[in-house]
């Protein structure tokens, strides 16, 4: 009973709640669902489809190299868009505005530094893995260290991808995010182990397609959902003196996360570690024809990216708007508030919600009056009213902070990632949920499927293959390969359930990036540009600035994206303090 009134108190049951126990298609009419499996089928065969007739370790691994340069961006954007933006980046922009772009801001002069440099290394060297590069330049130690960190930084990244669309399925099936997380790990797993890389490439071409569809049709709807007489521009100003417009602050602070300077310079270097040597992405550029195909489909990667992430975060912002003409719950998360009816605490969320429903009904009057005054160009009242709903937001939010304090830390803490969600399931007309939760699940598979392929390709190349117990056996390799797939498969459901609860799920795995991301790009800066460096000064400066970054990341001694400059800049000095010291003598050198 207590999952039916979780999801009641969610999604605005009917009399008789006991329907969706027998019946939880009541949650989607059957025109969503017809969209949500025909665009979920659609994807798996036309993946496996297209790679039926390659099942060789080449094509496993890299796709025999064939892909062209538009597969190649599609494929890059696809891991990248997974259910965690689609579900965090609107509740973000609720919350917190449009700062969160700024994030992007170092991703183009990332891209040209990828183009320049490490593309042509990959491909000169015709390696699978960004780390087999490693090997060659340096040694089997270096290389298998940073496959570590890479291995660790994604499975745990991915898992936490996988989070994101059990919430989807847990709250439309009313099922345990438990057994929705085992479901979906497990549908990727075998269509990835079946298809490999190929299989992934293709099928995220697709699922771009759909996924831009569905993006473009929630912004039409969220402004056509606007009240009467209330427009497009009447919404920005609203939003702008709510300051949920501040796309740019110039503002320097180490503990600000979001201002263009930790933007262009942290985000520069996190883009560039995570382009640059995660294999999630190397592995979808190393697939290209040609080095002129890999280069121009990160060209175009970063020029659609800032748009894209820009237009969904827009979303939320129209979303805010939107709940300033009607009412919101005091908290999105539905299971948070099943959980506060059985609790102590019961009688003062239920106070603080009676005192949350006033504070909405004075924010609608408020509103309607702001844009009453905008439609008179009367920028007097305006900017009164406008003020009037800035301290009733205020209120808004201290209830919810009020009501965040009574819950148990067990629980998924984090209201943002169900804002997007539950704004979607009261609003949108039948059809259109089913191609929004199809545009979660397959941004899902997407990046899930993409961070299986890699985790398998590294573990088999840069961990199984170096063993040197055994001479290469194509069949035995493929084998490995698949079996590498399934085990990282069963680790990323293991890590969405002890992970996932962590907090806001899109910063959460930009996070754990940055704790990893800043001492693998300085072991690959001291492979291109400091030739004189030998593997044992290299690997030994990266064991010990890694510590220190875990070490900065735990005591919270700078916002998370200036780890990544920390922690690549103290890699290239550290390895180059050791050169000079003479301390590691011996060691191989190109």
Known sequence: MEEVVLVCLAFSCPPNPY??????????????????????????????????????????????????????????????????????????????????????????????????????????????????????????????FTSVLFLLSRGISTGISLYAPAIVLAVILNLSITVTTVFIGCCVIIYT?????????????????????????????????????????????????????????????????YNIWSGIIGGFFLQLSYFGTDQSQVGRYLTG??????????????????????????????VFTFYQFNPSPLYFNPARTAQSLKTESAEKYSRLENEFKQVNDQKITRALLAVDALNKNDDASFRQYAGELRVLN?????????????????????????????????????????????????????????????????????????????????????????????????FTIVSALYTGKAGNLIEVVNIIGSVFYGAILGIFLVAFYVKSVNGHEVFYAA????????????????????LNVAGCLSVVVFAWLLKLTGLFRKGKSH
Not at 135 to 143: A, I, N, S
Not at 213 to 234: D, T
Not at 545 to 554: D, K, L
């Open 19 to 144: 329907l969706y126990l027998v019946n939880p298609s009541l949650f989607m009419s059957v025109i969503d669902w017809l969209v949500l499996l025909l665009s979920i089928g659609a994807i798996v065969f036309y993946g496996v489809w297209k790679s039926r007739h390659h099942q060789n370790l080449d094509s496993f691994l890299i796709a025999n190299r064939q892909l062209p340069w538009h597969s190649i961006a599609l494929s890059v954007m696809a891991t990248q868009a997974s259910a965690i933006t689609f579900l965090s980046l609107p509740g973000q922009a609720f919350y917190d505005g449009m700062r969160f772009l700024q994030f992007y801001f170092g991703l183009p002069l990332a891209m040209i530094v990828i183009c320049i440099t490490f593309i042509p290394a990959f491909r000169k060297l015709d390696v699978y893995t960004a780390y087999e590069f490693l090997g060659k330049r340096f040694d089997k130690k270096t290389r298998i």
């Open 193 to 257: 182990v079946y298809g490999g890389t190929r299989a992934v490439s293709y099928s995220q071409t697709l699922q771009m397609f759909i996924i831009f569809s569905g993006i473009a049709a929630a912004g039409v709807i969220a402004v056509k959902l606007l009240p009467e007489g209330v427009g497009l521009n009447q919404a920005l100003k609203l939003a702008g003196s709510a300051g949920k417009m501040n796309l740019v602050d110039y503002s320097f602070d180490w503990n600000n996360r």
């Open 289 to 318: 024809s040609s080095a002129n195909q890999s280069r121009i489909g990160m060209i175009a990667n970063g020029l659609v990216k800032i748009p894209m992430q820009f237009f969904i975060l827009f979303i939320g912002i129209l």
């Open 394 to 490: 205020n209120q808004a939010s201290t209830l919810r902070s009020e009501a965040n304090k009574l819950f148990s830390e067990k629980t998924d803490s984090n209201d943002t990632n169900y804002i997007f969600l539950w704004f979607v399931r009261q609003n949108f007309p039948k059809g259109l949920i089913g191609l929004l939760i199809a545009v979660i699940f397959l941004a899902s598979m997407g990046s899930l499927a993409a961070g299986l392929s890699s985790l398998a390709s590294s573990a088999a190349v840069d961990l199984y293959m170096q063993s040197g117990k055994k001479e290469s056996n194509e069949k035995r390799d493929l084998l490995f390969s698949r079996l590498a797939t399934l085990f990282w498969g069963i």
């Open 543 to 562: 064991l010990i600035v890694e510590a220190g970054i875990i070490s900065c990341w735990y005591f919270d001694v700078m916002a998370f994206l200036w």
